[in-house]
């Protein structure tokens, strides 16, 4: 099969996967809207005309790959309410996304110590559909008696997919992580969720062979 002709590719869109690939490598200060271009197989001017400065451009990344990602959870009638399963699979998407994109997540998080505001503000922009996604999904659970009704929600959110991110981050960092499957690294982050927010009714269920035994 012969390589996509990159000039069907709307500019931009050019723009924003070089500017994924250019902060990946050289993070936020080290990115230069130069490069970013020359890589996009543009001129700066063009890429001025789409996105105005480098942050409003950091910003549309975020915005770009979190809703690639987000739209296999746009259908409400594939949530199941089924706490495990439908956990999983929002955890599987949610993880398949951190690892795509690992790179660009470790740059945020190291830019984050030299430019707090600016980097709080994108990653707060990038996940908040996810975070609004899941605690909609929670709260419903509570009114059907699957989540007990003193669990706070927005803080438990942010617990469960902090732990995904943790994955990723240590997958990355750590040779010994590396050993350890994905599935099942998702698998116990549902469990151990699932344990201390379910009902006595949905705990008691392990489903310990959703993964036919992967470790």
């Known amino acids: 099969m012969g390589k996509v002709n990159r000039e069907t590719v709307p500019t931009r869109d050019r723009i924003l996967e070089a500017a994924i690939k250019v902060f990946s ?9 130069r490069e970013i271009a020359r890589v996009a197989g543009v001129n700066e001017v063009t890429l001025f005309r789409h996105f105005q400065s ?4 950091l910003a549309a990344v975020a915005e770009h790959i979190t809703a690639l990602r987000l739209e296999a959870l746009s259908h409400q009638y594939e949530w199941t309410y089924d706490l495990r399963r439908d956990l999983l699979y929002y955890a599987k998407i949610h993880d398949d996304m951190l690892e795509e994109y690992q790179a660009l997540f470790r740059m945020f998080i190291g830019e984050a110590q030299r430019h707090p505001r600016e980097a709080l503000q994108v990653l707060q922009q990038s996940f908040q ?6 605690i909609s999904y929670l709260r419903s ?35 010994t992580a590396r050993n350890y499957s994905r599935d099942r690294y998702v ?10 927010i379910g009902t006595a ?4 269920d ?7 035994g992967n470790s």
């Open 201 to 204: 009714a949905v705990t008691s």
């Open 129 to 134: 559909p996810w975070r609004e996604k899941l």
């Open 25 to 33: 490598q050289e993070g936020f200060v080290g990115a230069t809207t």
């Open 141 to 175: 659970c509570v009114e059907r008696g699957s989540i007990r009704p003193d669990v706070e929600l927005l803080l438990a959110a942010d617990q469960f997919t902090g732990m995904l991110l943790s994955g990723m981050i240590r997958r990355h960092v750590l040779p």
């Open 54 to 57: 480098k942050e409003q451009l």
């Open 187 to 196: 698998w116990e982050c549902v469990d151990i969720f699932i344990r201390g």
């Open 206 to 212: 392990s489903s310990s062979s959703y993964f036919g």
